[in-house]
């Protein structure tokens, strides 16, 4: 079963506009993980925040997380084409051998 | 791709017929996963390893088996093919305890099953 549900399914914005994507998960989790998919490749590790961690920033990008209503958001901030790609999300819940659960993904589209 | 590899890249095959999927890696690193990727499911985890000969099941392994005789190779095998196994299927690894708790992944394979 699917742990992450990100919303929305589908994402298009101006190139120079913010991008907010939003996952929400189920059960109680040890970190929350973003990755990015470009189309036909392996996804790449964005960034990780822990359960204990409100909010982080790595360049460009923000992300919160909020245990209390198990959701977290991914901000992209002076989007660019080059961000074109799929957004997932991925919870380690700690069940053992830091296995991850994956959303379904967002689609984003950065229009030049 | 930190020194990931797998192969085929690209497959097609019958139904009924037995497919092996490798993946290699170059870091000797520990811990190695198999990930089914489908429209509309995002990734599902079919198979992990924690190291040579310990594997363990995910959440949709029917119909797959896996083997770890080497830290570098992680093979998935589909005994028999089924239709229902197209897919493209994607490795990862995750560096030791050491390391952080992000994962790398491989380029992935495209299989499909006529």
């Known amino acids: 079963s699917q742990q992450g549900e990100e919303d929305p399914q589908a994402l298009s914005i101006q190139e120079g506009e913010n991008a907010t994507m939003n996952c929400s998960y189920k059960?109680?989790?040890?970190?929350l993980q973003w990755y990015r998919q470009n189309s036909g490749r392996g996804l790449v590790h964005l960034i990780l925040?822990?359960?204990?961690?409100r909010e982080k920033h790595s360049g460009r990008l923000r992300v919160t997380l909020d245990t209390s209503k198990k959701s977290s958001s991914l901000l992209i901030t002076a989007s660019r084409a080059a961000d074109t790609a799929s957004y997932f999300c991925?919870?380690?819940?700690?069940?053992?051998?830091?296995?991850?659960?994956f959303g379904k993904g967002t689609k984003l589209s950065v229009i030049p | 791709d930190a020194g990931i590899t797998q192969s085929p890249r690209h497959k097609v095959t019958e139904t009924g017929t037995p497919v092996t999927l490798r993946c290699h890696q170059t870091?000797?690193?520990?811990?190695m996963y198999w990930y089914r990727q489908d429209p509309g499911h995002g990734l599902r985890l079919i198979h992990y390893?924690?190291?040579?000969?310990?594997?363990d099941k995910g959440e949709v392994s029917d119909g797959y088996s896996v083997s770890r005789s080497k830290t570098e190779d992680f093979l998935l095998t589909l005994e028999s093919a089924t239709s229902s196994q197209t897919s493209v299927y994607f490795c990862?690894?995750?560096?030791?305890?050491?390391?952080?708790?992000?994962?790398?992944f491989g380029p992935g394979t495209r299989l499909t099953v006529l």
């Open positions: 059960t109680s989790i040890n970190n």
């Open positions: 990862a690894i995750k560096p030791g305890t050491s390391g952080g708790d992000e994962q790398f």
């Open positions: 991925a919870t380690d819940s700690g069940a053992g051998s830091y296995q991850l659960t």
């Open positions: 925040i822990r359960s204990n961690e």
């Open positions: 390893s924690y190291g040579v000969k310990d594997t």
């Open positions: 870091e000797n690193h520990r811990y």
